[in-house]
């Protein structure tokens, strides 16, 4: 009953370096949705994948690239990490059509 | 940007009150959300409201979606230290390609 799990949990990068956020759902989800929270603007969506094979941009997708693995991962990777960066990241899942989503427990990101 | 007014935006309680926020928008919602996260965990879903006028109860949880598709109110009634986290009211908007939109959050601290 793993859920969504998301790797790593907390990461600290220096300006300029590129890392890979991963994220795995086991509930036979179709689509796939991550998520940046800052304090007092809620939750922000990046990118999303409504079906295996195809990803959309979000509402902030700027300095951020994804790739829909397969049905069951979906990763967040950014190229060039910048202090604007510095957030808590979510990855979430959906059986798709309007159904609730079901969130991972987040990565806890630093961009010094 | 940010299509969901939610308040307040936080709110220090006596153990045992009843607690009410609400989200309200300018948009037509289908579905309304509402989500409650733990300090280092991801939003876990508490009630799905998915009719204009619907009630629905979550143990001591009760929530509505507004009449005019506008808005949704949560209450927790009775309230308990392990109530306290951000609660987060989110739907979906055709207007938002019916992705799902975050309010920016209510922190709900308890005094025991």
């Known amino acids: 009953n793993a859920g969504v799990t998301q790797t790593p949990k907390f990461q600290v990068l220096k300006t300029g370096q590129s890392m890979t956020l991963q994220c795995a759902q086991d509930m036979n989800h179709n689509s796939m949705y991550w998520y940046r929270q800052d304090p007092g603007m809620g939750l922000r969506l990046i990118y999303y994948s409504a079906s295996e094979g195809t990803t959309d941009k979000g509402e902030v997708p700027n300095g951020y690239n994804v790739s829909r693995l397969n049905k069951r991962e979906f990763s967040l990777r950014l190229e060039s990490a910048a202090p604007s960066q510095t957030s808590v990241y979510f990855c979430a899942s959906s059986v798709g059509g309007g159904g609730g989503y079901t969130f991972g427990s987040g990565t806890r990101l630093t961009v010094v | 940007g940010q299509q969901l007014n939610q308040s307040p935006q936080s709110m220090f309680i006596q153990e045992g009150e009843d607690v009410s926020m609400n989200c309200t928008s300018s948009?037509?919602?289908?579905?309304w959300l509402w989500y409650k996260q733990d300090p280092g965990e991801g939003p876990v879903l508490l009630i799905a409201?998915?009719?204009?006028?619907e009630l629905t109860s979550n143990g001591r949880l009760t929530a509505q979606f507004g009449i005019t598709r506008k808005d949704s109110f949560l209450n927790i009634s009775a309230s308990i230290p392990s109530d306290v986290g951000i609660y987060f009211c989110a739907g979906f908007t055709m207007e938002y390609g019916n992705k799902l939109v975050f309010g920016a959050g209510t922190i709900l601290r308890v005094k025991s």
């Open positions: 409201l998915y009719k204009a006028g």
């Open positions: 948009s037509i919602f289908n579905t």
